[in-house]
Every structure is written in C-alpha cells, then in structure tokens.
C-alpha cells in the first residue's frame, strides 16, 4: 500500500503513535474488508468505530428501517431518520464521519443462499443481530468459508462476545458455544427491554477484537468468551473449547 497522505497522519495520529499498531497496521486497517451483520444496537457503535479507525471497506448487511424505539440505543440515527432503511442511513453517516471509508450496503436479510456471497467478499465478519436462526447461518458460513468472526450479543443488563476461528486448528466454531439454540417467543429486547449503554459498550468492544485483528495488536478473544454484567460492574471470560459432537466443525 502506498505511503499515508498528510491527511491520513493527522487522522489517524493517535492510532500511529501507538507501538502496537503504528502506520504499518494503520495501513493494515485501511485496506481490510470488515462485514457488519445488524446495525442495531451493536452495529451502530460498531459500525462508527470501524469507520473512524480507517477500515477500508465496511459491508452493512441490514433490512430494517429506522423506528423510534431504535433511537434508545441505536446512535447512528436521529428522530428525522426514522421510517428510513438502516443501510441507507447508516452508509451516510459513516462516508460523512470518514471519507477514506468505502461503505457497501447491503439492504436484505442475511439467509442460508445469500450467506457465502457476503460472507466471502471480506476479512472479517462481525455479527450483531438479533436471531438465533441468522447467527448460526454467519457462523456456520464462516467456518466453511475459513473466516475469522466477531460476535457480540445483548441481554438486559449483560452481554457476551467473543472471536471465533474454527479454520484455525483446536478452535471452536460459534454452533460449538449454542448448539442448535432456537429463538424463543417474547424473548426478544422489544419484549425484555435492554439498557442502551450496553449496546455501546459491547459494539465498541467488539469493534476494538476487530481492529486487534487487523493489525496483530494483542491478544483478540480467540477461543475465549467474555461476559458482561452491567448492573454488578463485573467482567469474566471464560476459555472455550471445540465441541467433539459439533456437527459443523468436529
């Protein structure tokens, strides 16, 4: 890649003067593809930090449009967006926040024919959503298609996140974690609630396993799960391990 512009060493200045990722990883990030499943409550954030860290190429995979109860959580979007689609809005805000930032939209649901598509056009995946059925399908596709993934989820006060690289030897896969988990009626956060703080916090942090990723930069949550406890303040993680009966990757 070429060398940096002057204004991409005034960008990202904070970023180059850190040992860990310098201007070889800055280079590093602005030309890594990072797919975004859900710009949601975990999206939103996600989705801003990648951007402003300088990932090159941002995938948005999304149908929704814009409610009022998304505006809670969801920071990428203000009251004058709702009714509009997610993807849309979305791409706009991050081109406005960094115009080193190819953003490709893509404004369908993800589902078992249209996973590997997607799925094989970037680096990185990172999921977001807010099914069970959509979860397996990332996961599944990205251990068949050799794709490290980052996946963040969301209860009411807690959430989880780690990095699955099952094409890695001695990994896990995501179906490893969950099984063959199914969504249950009234469990989802329009029925449950879910503070908006954490959506930010778990996006963000997800974001952060990105950029580590990218750039080699410490140690990413391979193989590891991290829980949150939002009201007790409290953070554990715990090591995962392949599952021997898992049907995807055993």
């Known amino acids: 890649m070429a060398s940096l512009t002057d204004s991409q060493l005034g960008r990202y200045a904070r970023h180059i003067v850190l040992q860990d990722i310098g201007g070889a990883g800055q280079k590093a990030l602005l030309g890594a593809k990072v797919l975004v499943i859900g710009a949601g409550g975990i999206g939103a954030p996600a989705l801003m930090y990648l951007a402003a860290a300088g990932v090159g190429t941002v995938g948005i995979v999304d149908d929704d449009t814009v409610s009022l109860s998304n505006l809670q959580r969801q920071i990428l979007y203000g009251t004058g967006d709702i009714g509009k ?10 081109e406005q926040l960094n115009p080193d930032v190819t953003v490709q939209a893509h404004p369908y649901r993800l589902t078992a024919d249209n996973a590997r598509a997607l799925v094989g056009d970037y680096d990185i995946v990172l999921d977001g959503c807010d099914t069970f059925a959509t979860r397996l399908i990332v996961g599944d596709t990205c251990h068949w298609m050799g794709k490290t993934l980052v996946s963040a989820a969301v209860g009411q006060f807690d959430g989880q996140l780690s990095v699955f690289a099952s094409h890695q030897d001695g990994q896990p896969c995501y179906r490893c974690l969950v099984g063959d988990a199914r969504d ?15 959506t930010g916090i778990m996006g963000s942090w997800a974001a952060l396993e990105v950029i580590k990723l990218v750039t080699g930069a410490g140690s990413p949550l391979i193989g590891r799960l991290m829980l949150v406890d939002g ?8 090591t995962l391990k392949p599952d021997p009966a898992c049907p995807v990757c055993s």
């Open 231 to 238: 009201l007790g303040a409290r953070v554990r993680t715990m």
């Open 184 to 198: 249950e009626p009234g469990n989802s956060c329009a029925d449950q609630g879910i503070i908006g703080a954490l």
């Open 85 to 94: 689609g997610k993807t849309e809005t979305s791409a706009q805000r991050l």
